[in-house]
Each structure stands twice: as C-alpha cells, then as structure tokens.
C-alpha cells in the first residue's frame, strides 16, 4: 500500500507541477499580448514602444495561447482575463481585415517599390508593372544607376511621364511614372529623404494629386525622434495637397507599420490605407532579402477621394522590400 500511495502522491505533485508551469506561461503570455496592445495604442516615441508596435501582430496573438493554456487547465479567471485581452488584440487588428467603403468611379493600378539603394532588378520591376498593368509608380532609393537601368528596361514605353530626383547611391532617391501626364511637380525640402509631388493629369477632365515620400526609419536610436517628426511633417503636407485637389494618394516606404501610432495619425478625415479599405489584411514587405518570409508591414499607399478594391504584394529581386500594387477607384472619375 505504501509503494501505491507513493506512486499516486508523486503523480499528483507531477500534475500540479504542470499545472503551475501552465498557468506561469499562460500568464507570461497574456503579459506578452498586453504589451503589443499598449504598444499599439500609444504614441509614445521611444525605441522599445516602436519595436514592441512594429512585433505587435505577433505579441497580440499570446492572448490566443493564453486562452487555450487556461481552458485546457481550467483556470476561470485566468480564461477571463485572457479573453478580455483577446478581443483587445483583436480590435487593434480587425480593421485590416474587414475592408468597407463605396468603390464608385474608374480604376487606376498604383504600384510602390522601394528598390534598397538601387540593387532591385529594373527587368523585374518593369515586369511586374506590365503584368499588373500599373497605371502609377513610386519608387524610393532611386539612384542613377538604377534609372538608366530602369530606362534601359523600357518603363518609358509604358509610363512615359515621370517626376524624378535620383541620387548617386544611398536611398534618398525618389521617383513617379504615370500612364498619363504629370504637371506642377513639387519637391519638399522640410524631409530628410526626397519625397515629391505631381498632379496626374486623367482622361476626362478629371486629375489627381500623386505624392511619393520615404520617412527616415526609426532606428538606431538617435533617429526614433526625427522619424516622428518627419510622420508628422507628412501628414501637414498630405492635408495642404488635399486642400488643392479632390482626390491625392501617397505611396511610400513609410518605416512604420499599422499598429504604429505615428503611421494612423495620418489616417482619418477621409484618409484610408488602401489595405485597410481593401480588407487585405497585413501585407508583409520588409525584410525580402532573408532565408525566410518577410516580418514587417511598412511599405503602404494612402488614398483621400478614392476606395482601395484590391491590394497585394511583388517581389522585387535584387531589393529588401517587396512591392505594393493597389487597384484604386477614383471617386467620380470615368476614363470615357
């Protein structure tokens, strides 16, 4: 009997054992998730905030683990508290998903590139905007090298307007293509990297405002405030171009995701992100260039006076971003 009661005695310490183990992780987890909440939710500018937004895709999902761990170990308040924070995460992240808004006017395909410093395949890039029939491109760290390049290609033969401000090397580099032709380029001196303007003259008497930029990112440290800053200088140029034209989109690399912030400051008063409007979901660009699957959502295109339909990413060899291609209707326009 003494040998039997050891052995029961032993098995219900090994249970309890793994009930604390479970409940320590399942707690762990639920933190984990509260973090990627908070980090979504508050503009706070300092580097742990804007890691912890940029990981919260995946930090909010501890509250899923943390929901299954407290069913499984019949935890009431643990399940509770679990699930509170789950329908959280999920409110940060479901408007990525749902879509919405009246598509009602012509469409034109707008396609952003970030090619690293010039290195992206113009073959490549030409071939996509041929096979998506793209309408407007954005490309940012546009060198000389990599205009001739693209030139040599022939993206001339199927966007022949272009606005551009290329650099020798590095990524401040910035430039357009339309189908259709372009007037009043601006540059916008008050960023670091090249960010431009043009209205894009359509058929129909009808025009748009296409403004291409490239914030600096928020790392290393020293640059997290200056990337602020610089979200926050868009947003002031993006409200003056939509004070002078009915509809404006915005393509670029923008080094934020989402679930930061600075990023959704500049939505609102009828600014979308075509992935929101599209119900596309989270469109992983950023890193392309790895042995696995890009992470980060942060090349993005905005639209004010028009409704995002469809939107996906390109690979673009040769670059560390993958592209952006959104078909966009434009409010009240038609091509005929």
């Not at 596309?280 to 980060?296: F, K, N, Q």
């Amino acid at each position: 009997m003494s040998a039997v009661a050891d052995e029961v005695s032993r098995s219900r310490s090994g249970r309890r054992r793994v009930r604390v183990a479970a409940l320590v992780v399942g707690w762990a987890a639920v933190a984990v998730a509260v973090v990627g909440v908070v980090a979504h939710l508050i503009t706070v500018t300092s580097p742990l905030v804007v890691v912890a937004a940029s990981s919260a895709p995946y930090l909010v999902l501890g509250s899923v683990v943390a929901v299954l761990i407290f069913l499984a170990v019949r935890h009431p308040a643990g399940l509770v508290v679990a699930a509170v924070v789950a329908v959280g995460a999920a409110w940060t992240q479901a408007p990525l998903y749902v879509g919405g808004g009246d598509a009602a006017g012509d469409e034109l395909v707008v396609m952003q590139a970030n090619i690293e410093f010039g290195k992206g395949d113009p073959d490549a890039v030409v071939a996509q905007v041929r096979s998506r029939d793209v309408d407007i491109l954005a490309v940012e760290e546009l060198t000389t090298s990599a205009l001739a390049g693209l030139d040599e290609a022939g993206l001339g033969d199927l966007l022949p307007y272009r606005h551009v401000r290329p650099a020798v090397s590095g990524a401040d580099g910035t430039g357009m293509w339309s189908r259709y032709p372009l007037a009043d380029p601006m540059e916008y001196p008050d960023v670091v990297m090249a960010a431009l303007s043009a209205r894009v003259v359509l058929p129909g008497d009808r025009s748009l405002t296409m403004f291409v930029a490239h914030p600096l990112p928020p790392w290393p440290r020293h640059q997290t405030g200056i990337w602020a800053d610089e979200l926050s200088r868009l947003h002031t140029i993006l409200d003056r171009l939509r004070s002078r034209s009915d509809t404006v989109l915005m393509a670029a690399d923008f080094n934020a995701t989402w679930d930061h912030a600075q990023f959704r400051a500049l939505l609102g008063d009828g600014v979308h992100d075509a992935a929101e409007q599209a119900g596309a979901g989270v469109l992983r660009t950023y890193p392309a260039d790895r042995s696995w699957p890009p992470l980060l959502s942060i090349d993005r295109i905005l639209v004010s006076g028009g409704t995002a339909t469809e939107v996906d990413v390109v690979d673009l060899p040769g670059a560390d971003h993958r592209g952006v291609v959104a078909r966009i209707a434009v409010s009240g326009w038609s091509a005929r």
